[in-house]
């Protein structure tokens, strides 16, 4: 399995752009990456996925430099609501999914 | 429509003993997968079910196990019960066994073993 390496915390401001960025050199030809959100005392939350190069939803941003060696979550506009838990995934569609120790996101006033 | 459920949400239990945890998955989902989450870490897979059967495990002891009903329901089972299993226990639902793309988690069942 690939391991990932995110960092332990951030913290942001409301209405700044948030980069999460996540290493992983050992990713596989089959894997793919995958971000959850979780809140306190709640399940994990899916926020997007991706293979290379960008992938965009209503939530967030996904960049995949060609090498596939890591990638960065952006969070537009971060607000109070998007202080959490973010995990980076990295691994085949049809494999359990493996979370890491995720990055604490604290967004300030 | 429902999401994911799991109940109870909070139990205690004494070391030794044996807890069942259960979970509905998300309507038009037919695989559930289980989740220990300790307290600041990341969930850790347990195991796998889809058309009850146990399709993949993670690294837990046989004290743990599990069962999958024709609807699709889903139960946790731990035998002899340790303090180090007192932890957040998350169910997961999904459409076939795919496990990596959009899995959706229920609010978990926090149990604590005293």
């Known amino acids: 399995l690939a391991k990932t390496t995110q960092p332990i915390s951030m913290d942001s401001y409301e209405g700044q752009e948030v980069n999460i960025t996540c290493s992983h050199n050992?990713?596989?030809?089959?894997?793919?990456i995958t971000w959850y959100q979780q809140f306190p005392s709640q399940g994990p939350r899916f926020i997007i996925q991706?293979?290379?190069t960008k992938v965009t939803n209503e939530v967030a941003s996904l960049f995949i430099p060609a090498d596939r060696k890591s990638s960065t979550l952006s969070l537009p506009r971060v607000s109070l609501s998007d202080t959490a838990v973010y995990y980076c995934?990295?691994?085949?569609?049809?494999?359990?999914?493996?979370f890491g120790s995720g990055t604490r996101l604290q967004v300030q006033p | 429509d429902a999401g994911v459920t799991q109940s109870p949400t909070h139990l205690i239990k004494t070391r030794g003993q044996q807890v069942t945890l259960r979970c509905s998955p998300k309507?038009?989902?037919?695989?559930v997968s289980w989740y220990q989450q300790a307290l600041g870490q990341g969930p850790q897979f347990i195991f796998q079910?889809?058309?009850?059967?146990?399709?993949q495990r993670g690294n837990f002891p046989d004290r743990f196990s599990g069962h999958q009903f024709p609807n699709y329901s889903s139960e946790l089972n731990v035998n002899a019960l340790l303090l180090g299993d007192s932890a957040l226990y998350l169910c997961?639902?999904?459409?076939?066994?795919?496990?990596?793309?959009?899995?959706?988690f229920g609010q978990g069942t926090r149990l604590t073993v005293v």
């Open positions: 997961a639902s999904s459409s076939g066994p795919v496990g990596g793309s959009e899995a959706f």
């Open positions: 050992n990713i596989a030809t089959n894997d793919y």
């Open positions: 991706g293979y290379k």
């Open positions: 995934l990295v691994g085949e569609l049809r494999r359990a999914l493996t």
């Open positions: 309507s038009g989902h037919d695989t």
């Open positions: 079910y889809y058309e009850e059967e146990e399709r």
